[in-house]
């Protein structure tokens, strides 16, 4: 079973930030955040991954609280092409991917 | 990031055949590969993960005898849909790892099956 939550449903204007939460209250010391996302119709799409610390790429930052209980995903800069559904996904480096139900995205002109 | 591709991506069988949908690591050797299927606006299930090798690993509730999954070498994991009914119609995704430690997985861009 996925271990984390998510909101169904979230909309965002273009061009403004887009803030996913995801609460993982029972993670593991040695678990990760993982957070991929899924346009329609295609296979998911690594997006970014931490263990404690604040993570940022050119895609995302990531934001993990300090007790790990919940992280948000933070897309800076939101564009059409950012609808998707975001998975957010708690794992040993060694363990399989457990997709939850993820959160969908839908950005707005 | 590293390229998996599957093919193909849309097939249309016959109930009662099989089909072959095929999954490969492009520019890296994947020792595990796996296999997820998702139905309309649902979430990715995981069906199986496939081991170079050895045989796969298959998820509680998933029939081995009908998706038969194959590895044969680093950069190639087949999975197989036998005696297809209208049912098995779904979404079919792989994925495979660029380590062994599995840090990141890369995903190909799926298989639409539906079976008529």
């Known amino acids: 079973d996925a271990k984390t939550t998510q909101p169904t449903s979230m909309d965002c204007a273009e061009g403004r930030a887009a803030n996913l939460p995801c609460n993982h209250s029972?993670?593991?010391?040695?678990?990760?955040v993982y957070w991929y996302r899924q346009i329609h119709s295609q296979g998911p799409q690594y997006i970014i991954h931490?263990?404690?610390n604040n993570e940022t790429n050119e895609m995302a930052s990531l934001i993990i609280t300090e007790d790990r209980k919940s992280s948000t995903l933070i897309l800076p800069h939101a564009t059409l092409r950012d609808t998707a559904v975001y998975y957010c996904?708690?794992?040993?480096?060694?363990?399989?991917?457990?997709f939850g139900t993820g959160t969908r995205l839908q950005v707005f002109p | 990031g590293a390229v998996v591709s599957q093919h193909p991506s849309r097939v249309i069988c016959k109930s009662g055949t099989s089909v072959k949908i095929e999954c490969r690591s492009l520019?890296?050797?994947?020792?595990?590969m796996f296999w997820y299927r998702q139905f309309p606006k649902k979430s990715l299930m995981l069906m199986a993960t496939?081991?170079?090798?050895?045989?796969?690993?298959?998820e509680q509730g998933v029939e081995k005898d009908k998706f038969l999954i194959n590895h044969a070498s680093l950069t190639l994991s087949t999975l197989t849909v036998t005696s297809a009914h209208p049912e098995d119609s779904s979404f079919y995704i792989c994925?495979?790892?660029?380590?062994?430690?599995?840090?990141?997985?890369?995903f190909g861009q799926g298989t639409r099956l539906t079976v008529v």
């Open positions: 994925s495979a790892s660029v380590d062994e430690l599995n840090t990141e997985a890369f």
């Open positions: 029972t993670i593991s010391g040695n678990e990760y």
């Open positions: 931490g263990l404690k």
């Open positions: 996904i708690v794992r040993v480096y060694t363990d399989k991917l457990i």
């Open positions: 520019d890296f050797q994947a020792t595990t």
């Open positions: 496939s081991n170079e090798g050895s045989k796969a690993t298959y």
